[in-house]
T-cell receptor, first 114, second 115 residues
Framework: AQSVTQLDSQVPVFEEAPVELRCNYS??????LFWYVQYPNQGLQLLLK??????LVESINGFEAEFNKSQTSFHLRKPSVHISDTAEYFC????????????FGTGTKLQVIP | DGGITQSPKYLFRKEGQNVTLSCEQN?????MYWYRQDPGQGLRLIYY???????QKGDIAEGYSVSREKKESFPLTVTSAQKNPTAFYLC??????????????FGPGTRLTVL
């Protein structure tokens, strides 16, 4: 069985300040890791994912996440947030054994304050 | 444009009625999924289908039913047996029979309210 813990349900941050959204996972097998973003009243969109190789992955809009196997973490960071980053962010893990059983975290609402 | 459509966006139902939520994709994806989203609980998997005419129960299938007669369509029926159906329902699809590396693409969701 696998699980995902997002430690913060809400994170308020001022515009242009840095932010870190925390994600920890547990699994008995190796996993793939994902971050999805959900804007109000919309579906989820993939932000970035870690499959293999470099443990630091980046998105096109300035977010990055680092896979830390020893700490079983995949925290999401952005050095300077914008108002348009206000959304809910979901961390997810996928079992490497074959079928895509994806387990989602409970989400973190990022509120950027002007 | 390729994508996933869900209809309707908002749906109201009286207790005791069955209701069907539509999900259509033109991405030529093999796998499709239904999730339920409740505040503070994230997404929970209801049903998934890796190929036409085949589907499996997810973590919270009780009170729901699905069909997969066409590759592009995966409708979800919320039956009167579902104890607490008010929620936001999300449909998703992924490319190749649900390989674990595949990105899931989500529809815009249907918000169901039981009156």
């Amino acid at each position: 069985a696998q699980s995902v813990t997002q430690l913060d349900s809400q994170v308020p941050v001022f515009e242009e300040a840095p932010v870190e959204l925390r994600c920890n996972y547990s699994s008995s097998v190796s996993v793939y890791l994902f971050w999805y973003v959900q804007y109000p009243n919309q579906g989820l969109q993939l932000l970035l994912k870690y499959l293999s190789g470099s443990t630091l992955v980046e998105s096109i809009n300035g977010f990055e996440a680092e896979f830390n196997k020893s700490q079983t973490s995949f925290h999401l960071r952005k050095p300077s947030v914008h108002i348009s980053d206000t959304a809910e962010y979901f961390c997810a893990v996928s079992d490497r054994r074959g079928y895509q059983k994806v387990t989602f975290g409970t989400g973190t609402k990022l509120q950027v304050i002007p | 444009d390729g994508g996933i459509t869900q209809s309707p966006k908002y749906l109201f139902r009286k207790e005791g009625q069955n209701v069907t939520l539509s999900c259509e994709q033109n991405l030529n994806h093999d796998a499709m999924y239904w999730y339920r989203q409740d505040p503070g609980q994230g997404l929970r998997l209801i049903y998934y289908s890796q190929i036409v005419n085949d589907f499996q129960k997810g973590d919270i299938a009780e009170g729901y039913s699905v069909s997969r007669e066409k590759k592009e369509s995966f409708p979800l029926t919320v039956t009167s047996a579902q104890k607490n159906p008010t929620a936001f329902y999300l449909c998703a699809s992924s490319m190749s029979s649900g390989r674990s590396t595949d990105t899931q693409y989500f529809g815009p969701g249907t918000r169901l309210t039981v009156l």
